[in-house]
């Protein structure tokens, strides 16, 4: 059976560049966020898909409700999916959480926060692989670093290990794996991230040079929210 993961719709949230970790808030998709859930009507078979799966945030639920079509039906939602936890870094500008993250690597809790980048991502990952369990298709809802990591997987050059920053996740563009692909990907991702040292981002080589220094804007909330659009900017 065929899994299709993807970024929930734009947010004016995502539009000016703040994070949001905390499903307490609820944010609404905007109005190009909106219009973008009607796209995907062309590019996926979405009448033949018996599961919908979304994060619990509110973004994340809107996409796959106007997806789904059926106002009255809700996903199943699995909070492993959800957001990184920003802590203290909640509600401001993407870039300040980019620069602690880029000091201080993936393996350090941000102040205020109950996981670093790290342990967010074996969330995401071991909610992702739970997916399977639910009958197929389906259509998974969740939030662009997770997005981001399996492009990464699918294109990354051999031997290359995980970065901090990921190629942005445009909105509301599926990324689609068989079963068995997506769980090989997730178990080798897990692994992975298992198998990495508890140092620094300046122990992990060039990727985990500062973009920042790369003249790179850095941004979960990318500058892609349409679909087709050029990807530009890499995502954390």
């Not at 970024?7 to 307490?24: A, C, I, M, Q, W």
């Not at 939602?77 to 203290?88: A, K, M, S, V």
């Not at 492009?151 to 563009?173: D, I, K, N, S, T």
């Not at 508890?198 to 040079?209: F, I, L, P, S, V």
Request: charge should be negative; charged fraction near 25%; aromatic fraction near 8%.
């Amino acid at each position: 059976m065929t899994t299709h993961i993807l970024r929930h719709g734009e947010t004016h949230y995502s539009r000016e560049y703040l994070v949001n970790g905390d499903p307490s808030r609820a944010i609404p998709l905007s109005k190009a966020g909106v219009q973008s859930c009607g796209l995907v009507w062309h590019t996926l078979p979405l009448r033949q898909v018996s599961t919908w799966i979304s994060s619990e945030f509110r973004r994340a639920r809107q996409t796959a409700s106007m997806l789904m079509g059926v106002p009255e039906q809700d996903p199943v939602i699995d909070p492993q999916l959800n957001e990184l936890d920003y802590g203290d870094f909640e509600g401001g500008p993407f870039l300040e959480y980019a620069a602690w993250l880029d000091e201080h690597g993936g393996r350090r809790r941000p102040p205020g926060a109950r996981e670093c980048q790290r342990e967010g991502i074996e969330r995401m990952l071991v909610g992702l692989q739970a997916t399977v369990e639910h009958p197929g298709p389906r259509v998974v809802v969740c939030h662009g670093l997770l997005v981001s990591i399996l492009h990464w997987y699918r294109e990354r050059p051999a031997g290359e290990p995980m970065p901090l920053f990921f190629p942005e996740a445009p909105c509301v563009q599926p990324v689609s794996f068989e079963d068995e692909e997506l769980l090989s990907c997730v178990k080798s991702l897990l692994t992975e991230v298992a198998a990495e040292p508890e140092g620094d981002a300046e122990q992990r080589g060039d990727a985990g040079k500062s973009r920042a220094e790369a003249g790179l804007d850095v941004a979960t909330f990318d500058r892609v929210n349409q679909p087709h659009a050029q990807r530009d900017f890499p995502d954390a």
